[in-house]
């Protein structure tokens, strides 16, 4: 009755299904940027942001999820980081997986 490809043995494995879930939908549309952004950017996007809920867990997951695939904080102005693109645009799969 129970699918158990569904199962989380522990929370960090849960946490990195998520990551991954977000490197996965946000990888090309981060690699095509030129100018910096912020996550509220990825949200506006109705496209790209569908399929990322809107609660704490799913943005540390899209925080994450960007800094591993090399972008860089600008800055900070209260809860908004801006974020800056990565000017390497390849994954080194050993950061994927954590």
């Known amino acids: 009755m129970y699918d158990d490809s569904f199962e989380f043995h522990d929370v960090s494995m849960a946490r990195n299904n998520l990551i991954q879930l977000a490197i996965e939908k946000l990888r090309d549309w981060v690699f095509d940027r030129d100018e910096p952004f912020t996550i509220n950017d990825i949200y506006l996007d109705a496209n790209l942001s569908?399929?990322?809920?809107?609660?704490?867990?799913?943005?540390?997951?899209?925080?994450?999820?960007?800094?591993?695939?090399?972008?860089?904080?600008?800055?900070?102005?209260?809860?908004?980081?801006?974020?800056?693109?990565?000017?390497?645009?390849?994954?080194?799969?050993?950061?994927?997986?954590?």
């Open 50 to 98: 569908r399929g990322l809920c809107v609660n704490a867990e799913m943005m540390r997951a899209v925080r994450t999820s960007l800094l591993r695939l090399g972008c860089s904080i600008l800055s900070t102005h209260g809860f908004i980081e801006t974020f800056k693109p990565p000017g390497n645009r390849r994954i080194d799969s050993d950061l994927l997986m954590s």
